[in-house]
Each structure stands twice: as structure tokens, then as C-alpha cells.
Nanobody
């Protein structure tokens, strides 16, 4: 059984920062690509960022480039999403997802092909 648990969300003022964590269990993190997605009220779920199983490839949505940084600590079985300069448009439920990627070590999709998902953590940016 694969488990992904997001944490670190909350209410924050515009311009401030948050760091989301995705703690995984039940699998070896370094064999999986991890993606972060978000769903804002009334909108479709969108890919925000991803990191390959090797850790050498990362991607970001245009709307978050320069403000968000994804990283992974395989020893802690955790993937992080550092979010800086937050705006109200970043308000959403954020999800992490895992895709087994043993042979495609640099593969990092921003699509919905991930097979396992967490329950999400709410991020609200408001003054």
C-alpha cells in the first residue's frame, strides 16, 4: 500500500512563504517521480511542479516559475515544495502524487498519469 501525506498548508498573507511536505510510505521514494498538483475553487486540477526519480529533472508551471522550488530527501522519504511570494491566485488544495519510474529516471510528467495520490492540503493566500 502506497501512502502519500501532504502537510504544511495554511492561511498566509500575500507575499509570504510556505513549505509543503509530501511524506511517503510503503514504497522506495527514489524509484518514483513525484508531482505536485493543485485545484483552485471552480477550476480544473493543474500540474504545478514535478521531480524525477533521479532528482536531476524538475519542471514548473509557468505561473509558478521563479517562486516555487521542488526538492526531495530520499533518506526522509519526503518531497518538499517551497513556495515564495505567494499570491491569492495560489489559493488551492495542493496534492502530491507518485509515479513509479525505475527505468525512466529523468522522467517528470506534469500530466495526470500519476498512479497514487495524497489527500491534499489547503493553501489559502489572503490578507
Amino acid at each position: 500500500q502506497l501512502w502519500l501525506v501532504e502537510s504544511g498548508g495554511g492561511l498566509v498573507q500575500p507575499g509570504r512563504s510556505l513549505r509543503l511536505s509530501c511524506a511517503v510510505s510503503g514504497f522506495t521514494l527514489n524509484a518514483y517521480a513525484i508531482g505536485w498538483f493543485r485545484r483552485a475553487p471552480g477550476k480544473e486540477r493543474e500540474g504545478v511542479s514535478c521531480i524525477s526519480s533521479s532528482g536531476d529533472n524538475t519542471k514548473y508551471a509557468d505561473s509558478v516559475k521563479g517562486r516555487l522550488t521542488i526538492s526531495r530527501d530520499n533518506a526522509k522519504n519526503t518531497v518538499y515544495l517551497q513556495m515564495n511570494s505567494l499570491t491569492p491566485e495560489d489559493t488551492a488544495v495542493y496534492y502530491c502524487a507518485a509515479l513509479r519510474s525505475i527505468y525512466r529516471r529523468s522522467y517528470c510528467p506534469m500530466t495526470n498519469e500519476y498512479t497514487d495520490w495524497g489527500q491534499g492540503t489547503q493553501v489559502t493566500v489572503s490578507s
